[in-house]
T-cell receptor, first 113, second 114 residues
Framework: DGGITQSPKYLFRKEGQNVTLSCEQN?????MYWYRQDPGQGLRLIYY???????QKGDIAEGYSVSREKKESFPLTVTSAQKNPTAFYLC????????????FGSGTRLTVV | AQSVTQLGSHVSVSEGALVLLRCNYS??????LFWYVQYPNQGLQLLLK??????LVKGINGFEAEFKKSETSFHLTKPSAHMSDAAEYFC????????????FGSGTQLTVLP
């Protein structure tokens, strides 16, 4: 079955480290998205990509970076510039037509130690 | 630009009672509307959607929602709550011309009391 896979499920980062969260989909979706979720704050868009080799900043892109070298993959790097990275991160994908909304991964919980 | 308002960040119901989660949207063009459910430490799962056609849509787990254009609403209902319905629910809207990107509401946490 097709789906979207995020790894790892849990990730621990030391102060000053960069970490990369993986997101892979085999749904043949053109668009991919990264969201951050904090308790009581809903979903906040970090970055999105509508096509390979192109991506745009969302509402809270500072301290994050992404790449989209392959249609299937959209990794998110949380850099040391992100001062409060502890959160639940969700990756999603969709078709260009959007009639089925987004398909979400199961998330990565990042904790700074 | 489109927007979504979910009334009530927390809703509690007794097991067996009616579930009603409210969602109002703002859009100048016909919207696509979605409800998602999220269980703790998991991703969001699509419950149901409205794109075109019948305004009453049925989804998984016995949920349904009705698109009411005149009221700009898309409320989620379930006749009889089950303990397993306890989760967070998100309403979302997308419109043509925005690359069909979803705009999410802030979520409603549903608690089911025994």
């Amino acid at each position: 079955d097709g789906g979207i896979t995020q790894s790892p499920k849990y990730l621990f980062r030391k102060e000053g480290q960069n970490v990369t969260l993986s997101c892979e989909q085999n749904l043949n979706h053109d668009a991919m998205y990264w969201y951050r979720q904090d308790p009581g704050q809903g979903l906040r868009l970090i970055y999105y990509s509508q096509i390979v080799n192109d991506f745009q900043k969302g509402d809270i892109a500072e301290g994050y970076s992404v790449s989209r070298e392959k249609k299937e993959s959209f990794p998110l790097t949380v850099t040391s510039a992100q001062k409060n990275p502890t959160a639940f991160y969700l990756c999603a994908s969709s078709t260009r037509q959007g009639a089925n909304g987004y398909t979400f991964g199961s998330g990565t919980r990042l904790t700074v130690v | 630009a489109q927007s979504v308002t979910q009334l009530g960040s927390h809703v509690s119901v007794s097991e067996g009672a009616l579930v009603l989660l409210r969602c109002n949207y703002s859009s100048s063009v016909p919207p696509y509307l979605f409800w998602y459910v999220q269980y703790p430490n998991q991703g969001l799962q699509l419950l149901l959607k409205y794109t075109t056609g019948a305004t009453l849509v049925k989804g998984i787990n016995g949920f349904e929602a009705e698109f009411k254009k005149s009221e700009t609403s898309f409320h989620l209902t379930k006749p009889s709550a089950h303990m397993s319905d306890a989760a967070e629910y998100f309403c979302a809207v997308s419109v043509e011309g925005s690359a069909r990107q979803l705009t999410f509401g802030s979520g409603t946490q549903l608690t089911v009391l025994p």
